[in-house]
C-alpha cells in the first residue's frame, strides 16, 4: 500500500526505510526542492492576500484548512531536504 509493495520488493530491510515518491524526487532532482518552495510561498501568498481583503464565513473557513495544508507541507519539504543532506554527510 502506497509503495510499500516495491520497497518490500527492492530493499531487504524496508521497515528501516520507507520513501514516498516525493522524497524520491527530491533525492534525484536537486532544483526541484527550490521550484516546489517557490510554488507554495506563491500559493501561499496568495491565500493569505485574499483572506486580507476579506471572505465569507465559509471561504474564510475552507481557504484557513488550504493554508495550513500549505504550512504543513513547507514543514515536510524542510524536514525531507534535511534529512538529504544528513544522508549525503554520512556517505
Same mark, same amino acid.
Not at 531487504?12 to 521497515?15: G, M, Q
Given at each position: 500500500m502506497f509503495g510499500y509493495e516495491q520497497n518490500k520488493e527492492n530493499k531487504? +530491510?524496508? $521497515?528501516a526505510y520507507y520513501g514516498f515518491e516525493l522524497e524520491d524526487k527530491i533525492e534525484k532532482d536537486e532544483g526541484y526542492t527550490k521550484v516546489l518552495a517557490k510554488q507554495i510561498d506563491d500559493r501561499i501568498l496568495q491565500i493569505k492576500d485574499f483572506l486580507r481583503r476579506g471572505a465569507t464565513k465559509e471561504d474564510f473557513d475552507n481557504l484557513a484548512i488550504? $493554508? +495550513?495544508?500549505y504550512i504543513a507541507f513547507q514543514k515536510v519539504i524542510k524536514r525531507v531536504e534535511a534529512q538529504k543532506l544528513l544522508r549525503k554527510r554520512r556517505t
Open positions: 531487504p +530491510n524496508s $521497515l488550504v $493554508l +495550513n495544508a
